[in-house]
């Protein structure tokens, strides 16, 4: 099952070369990761107040068609467990109008407590089930 | 030989996790690319102006350490051919008062002209030496 | 009539007070006054590529309530004649759960040709009717 | 006495017209009192932190000049006592080369408890000192 998002550009996301600028598409992706979490009852400003911090710490993006003034788009996330203590997300950023792919992402994630200690939340442990071969 | 800009963290840049969003990094590692591309003569905005885009087409980060409110920090470039096409950067983002890796990256860009065709200017080519091997 | 685009808090505009930063305000109420001009047909970005920039000349934004992580909202735009060569906006930016005031704001604009001279295009003058007190 | 901040544009803070975008600005605005008060000893991050947050309740900006990739400028900042409980900046954007100013702003802040209260920590109050007509 895949979650997904629609957004559209939004003029100051735009650079000097008239496009949105490659910053602004890990906003859009973590974005959806947040959007994805909260529709999954994962609350990332909630677990921040309880300083369990979920961190990203890989990210490879692929960046293929670049969006527009106006473009309307959509974000996808599908979860993927990485590891024991490493969880994954499988993202897509694709324009509306032909279902061209501007970005193609993987995102890697865990989680870490107060003392910086890794710590994965039960909601997350559920989220992104840990199949036998990985564990 | 790596080129290299310091920085500060702006509080604007930190999240309610109280560290620099993820995404904030994505814009130092290419403000440092520019820097290092203007310092070779290079100028991003002017070869725009023309019609010629750089453009980045995949992105690996790691995330290692966060950077907090008012950390000092510096970021590394070093150039490395990838293709007869491609050039790529490897950087680092380093903070200063340990040493300590905040982001470790390869950004990976190609040069498109008006009619959006791999077009890689001289400029460009001298920068990045293609190595035998690659030709 | 009052133009109205309505958005949502994405986590990363929220920063390290753990509500949205100040400076985000900023890029909702422009986003919502060039959703404005495109329902108007004035393109902004068109007009940008002809040489002809909006701009804007002054702000005055009253901040009343912060939004928060997850918080819906919309933005509204009312066009108001400010002067021969100069448009304005009111605008405010509204909490829809309580329809709680979080931002009032007045935008005044201009227009600029490529020699940096007054220039007001014909869509941007009837957008913004001149009264005859004004003329 | 004025307190100043020396910077230099960044690409990405360039929008689809070439120049700086005007919410940047803000960013920078921030960014120069924040630095202010962290010279004077007041620390935002840490009140943030203790649930003391300072927040800005209006602006006045007037953008007199657009400041261009490469452009070096100083922020400017002079602290000025609005009233018993609210603080204020006098603030300008100035480009280095000619000294022109970019931007001419006035920001007015307050500070409030966890509750929301109003409450002006000491180390504020000592920053903006109280002028007998005001008191």
Redesign the interface.
Known sequence: MTFRIELKV???E??????V????Y??YL??AR?EFL?ANNVD??KL??DKI?L??????????T?L???DEFYVEVSPERISKLKFGFRQRVVRKKDNKVAVEALVIGTSVNEKGRPFLPNEINDLFPLSASKQ
């Open positions: 939004r003029d100051y735009c650079d000097l070369q008239g496009i600028n490659n910053g602004v890990f906003n973590e974005h947040h909260y990332f400003a921040a107040a911090n961190v990203v710490i890989r990210s490879e993006i692929d960046f293929k670049s527009q003034p106006c």
